[in-house]
T-cell receptor, first 114, second 115 residues
Framework: KAGVTQTPRYLIKTRGQQVTLSCSPI?????VSWYQQTPGQGLQFLFE???????NKGNFPGRFSGRQFSNSRSEMNVSTLELGDSALYLC?????????????FGQGTRLTVV | AQSVTQPDIHITVSEGASLELRCNYS??????LFWYVQSPGQGLQLLLK??????LVQGIKGFEAEFKRSQSSFNLRKPSVHWSDAAEYFC?????????????FGTGTKLQVIP
């Protein structure tokens, strides 16, 4: 069974540009969550999508957005990139039903903003 | 709403020594509890989980954790640390949120292993 796949693995962007990251969850998983990880702030929750609807949202500015497609694949977009957006972006998928909250993580996308 | 606290940001242990990483949670009912490990530049991997039953849970790589309801804790332990255990460890709590589990992660504890 294929794991969570994130593309691309590495990305270099210039300040002011926008970027789109992709996440393909494990087959059958309907929930996809996104996290930002930096040395200074640690692991921070961005948002969670379930059946194409955003179900939870962290405390990030509106420049960070996401969406989920009918096949559960998800994308997150960051507009007007800032240097501080440089981070490892992690995607996690799960069944997210009442009995199983275990999340399965991808290897992440390392974004560098210059 | 639930929350997780990992009070130790960074821990250093000698190879072969025992290890205990602390995790405290806040939640009104019995939560689902998880420990994850992250090697540098990689995603998080599940070490073990607690849903119910025996409060001492065995995981992969020789790790175990004990759920203590009275202390709202779920500490991770390993009797003898290996150099390959150097990584960052995350505790997480899952709580029922309107028919599904909402999972909250702690801020992580970075483990350094010295020879």
């Amino acid at each position: 069974k294929a794991g969570v796949t994130q593309t691309p693995r590495y990305l270099i962007k210039t300040r002011g540009q926008q970027v789109t990251l992709s996440c393909s969850p494990i087959s059958g998983h309907r929930s996809v969550s996104w996290y930002q990880q930096t040395p200074g702030q640690g692991l921070q929750f961005l948002f969670e999508y379930f059946s194409e609807t955003q179900r939870n949202k962290g405390n990030f500015p509106g420049r960070f957005s996401g969406r989920q497609f009918s096949n559960s694949r998800s994308e997150m977009n960051v507009s007007t990139l800032e240097l501080g957006d440089s981070a490892l972006y992690l995607c996690a998928s799960s069944w997210a039903d009442r009995t199983s909250g275990q999340a399965f993580f991808g290897q992440g996308t390392r974004l560098t903003v210059v | 709403a639930q929350s997780v606290t990992q009070p130790d940001i960074h821990i250093t242990v000698s190879e072969g020594a025992s290890l205990e990483l602390r995790c405290n949670y806040s939640y009104g009912a019995t939560p689902y509890l998880f420990w994850y490990v992250q090697s540098p530049g990689q995603g998080l991997q599940l070490l073990l989980k607690y849903f119910s039953g025996d409060t001492l849970v065995q995981g992969i790589k020789g790790f175990e954790a004990e759920f203590k309801r009275s202390q709202s804790s779920f500490n991770l332990r390993k009797p003898s640390v290996h150099w390959s255990d150097a990584a960052e460890y995350f505790c997480a709590v899952g709580a029922d949120s309107g028919g599904y589990q909402k999972v909250t992660f702690g801020t992580g504890t970075k483990l350094q292993v010295i020879p």
